[in-house]
């Protein structure tokens, strides 16, 4: 009976972290109420206009659009704030209207890109090219992109050891409980990466919230900021990580 009640525990580990990471997969692949809710990482350009326009001593007038179905990397003007998910990022106008882009497997982090091709007068993305210097991380699209990509894979593959466990956690002997705690092992490490990955890239990026428009005391105005996808990924990981100690028992003690 207690064997029963540690590979029961294992098992609501397990299926606990499974179910987290799902949430994670499917954040900002459409508007609708929930995937809007989850995301790794937002970009909030609300008070860039306003920086801008200090900057140049100029009005600035149709940066921004307020067409929420406009869609994205089309220069139809600049959204409020990005989220990002792992499969596509959403432009908002406000809290709850906005638009995603295409889907991908393993969508990059390119915030600057994804600025930059919304900005409809040429002008004003020359103009944003000058103003955020080029050492900014936010700007190394290169660095974000490649790294997000890698730790996409790391999470997806987190998912699947995760699912993989507890599959074969449910057949109860010895040999398939040695084969669950060697998948929550290596789920747990591969969260581990992914979520160390985003979490790195997500501080490097909020250093443009301190920023100052070069030669002025103008604050930069984009200010990023960690979504709860990271929490939702740091929080599968734990219970991943916890469930191979009752595995590693079921695995050793189990007489079943
Ligand atoms: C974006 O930034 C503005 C100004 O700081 C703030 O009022 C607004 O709530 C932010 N929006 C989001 C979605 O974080
Ligand atoms: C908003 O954008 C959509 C998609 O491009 C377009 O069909 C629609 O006419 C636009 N609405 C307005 C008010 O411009
Ligand atoms: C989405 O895909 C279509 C067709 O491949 C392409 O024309 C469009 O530019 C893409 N949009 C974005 C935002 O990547």
Redesign the pocket.
């Known amino acids: 009976m207690r064997g029963e009640i540690c590979v029961g525990f294992a098992s609501f580990l397990a299926f606990t972290s499974l179910m987290l990471l799902i949430f994670v997969h499917i954040g900002q692949i459409t508007t609708s109420t929930v995937p809007r809710g989850i995301w790794m990482v937002?970009v909030?350009m609300?008070?860039y206009g306003a920086s801008l326009q200090s900057a140049i001593f100029n009005p600035v007038v149709g940066l921004y659009t307020s067409n929420a179905s406009a869609p994205l990397q089309a220069g139809l003007g600049l959204r409020?704030?990005y989220k990002f998910g792992l499969y596509s990022y959403c432009g908002?106008i406000s809290?709850k209207e906005g638009t995603c882009g295409n889907h991908t497997v393993g969508e990059q982090f390119t915030p600057f890109d994804a600025v930059i091709s919304d900005m409809l007068p040429q002008n004003y993305s020359i103009l944003t090219a000058n103003l955020i210097p080029g050492n900014a991380t936010l700007r190394d699209s290169k660095y974000l992109g490649q790294s997000t990509k890698a730790a996409y894979w790391m999470l997806l593959l987190g998912t699947l050891c995760a699912a993989l466990a507890l599959l074969t956690g449910i057949a109860k002997n010895n040999l398939t409980f040695f084969v669950s705690t060697i998948f929550a092992i290596a789920g747990s490490l591969l969260l581990l990466i992914g979520a160390s990955i985003w979490t790195v890239l997500i501080k490097k990026s909020e250093s443009v919230n301190h920023l100052l428009i070069p030669g002025t005391q103008i604050p930069s105005g984009i200010?990023v900021?960690v979504g709860p996808g990271l929490f939702l990924t740091w929080a599968a990981f734990i219970a991943l990580v916890v469930s191979i100690i009752p595995y590693m028992i079921s695995c050793c003690t189990y007489r079943g």
């Open positions: 937002e909030n609300s008070t409020q704030f908002y809290e200010s900021s």
